[in-house]
T-cell receptor, first 112, second 115 residues
Framework: QQQVKQSPQSLIVQKGGISIINCAYE??????FPWYQQFPGKGPALLIA?????SEKKEGRFTISFNKSAKQFSLHIMDSQPGDSATYFC???????????FGEGTQLTVNP | DTEVTQTPKHLVMGMTNKKSLKCEQH?????MYWYKQKAKKPPELMFV???????INESVPSRFSPECPNSSLLNLHLHALQPEDSALYLC??????????????FGPGTRLTVL
């Protein structure tokens, strides 16, 4: 119940295309869903986050879609750029807690 | 400034050595974390300090010993490590402990190699 399942494991997209990464969870006590971006040799950096009372959140080219009934959420990267090539982790945390449960990660490659 | 700094960037140690990893933040954050990350895997939580007190220990072997000397500093003391402990060790901090929406800011990590 603590797991967050992330797919795909790897993704190759052409420049200008849309990258879509999906995550699913079981534990309904999760109430905060951040996405982290990690470049090689660096620590993860918060990209965007959503609470379950919102179905969509957009920040620039990055959008989170959230489906509470299906217990799924996804990251959409519009107009993908080679500089977006990184590993993306979805995560979830529970009410009254700061422990993050991470998905397994998606390695995104954006070809020029 | 949302910077968490970690030293050293790289560390190579033998199994009989004693070494320490250091982490520092000056954002006034009251929660600090140690994570271990293996290649192509997500970070795994090791320890959480809340208001300078150890609040979570994820059953980490005693060869890893955390210390929080003050609200800005976090150390991880290493002793008698095994080769399988080789990994990227990440420090993170967040403003308010036990708040689910509190953003965790990660440092760049220390790449540890145990020979």
């Amino acid at each position: 119940q603590q797991q967050v399942k992330q797919s795909p494991q790897s993704l190759i997209v052409q420049k200008g295309g849309i990258s879509i990464i999906n995550c699913a969870y079981e534990n309904t006590a999760f109430d905060y869903f951040p996405w982290y971006q990690q470049f090689p040799g660096k620590g993860p950096a918060l990209l965007i986050a959503i609470r379950p009372d919102v179905s969509e959140k957009k920040e620039g080219r990055f959008t989170i879609s959230f489906n509470k009934s299906a217990k799924q959420f996804s990251l959409h990267i519009m107009d993908s750029q080679p500089g977006d090539s990184a590993t993306y982790f979805c995560a979830a945390s529970m009410r009254s807690g700061s422990r993050l449960t991470f998905g397994e990660g998606t390695q995104l490659t954006v070809n020029p | 400034d949302t910077e968490v700094t970690q030293t050293p960037k790289h560390l190579v140690m033998g199994m009989t050595n004693k070494k320490s990893l250091k982490c520092e933040q000056h954002m006034g954050h009251r929660a600090m974390y140690w994570y271990k990350q293996k290649a192509k895997k997500p970070p795994e939580l090791m320890f959480v300090y809340s208001y300078e007190k150890l609040s979570i220990n994820e059953s980490v072997p005693s060869r890893f010993s955390p210390e929080c000397p003050n609200s800005s500093l976090l150390n991880l003391h290493l002793h008698a490590l095994q080769p399988e402990d080789s990994a990227l060790y990440l420090c993170a901090s967040s403003q308010e402990p036990d708040t689910s929406t509190d953003t965790q800011y990660f440092g760049p990590g220390t790449r540890l190699t145990v020979l």
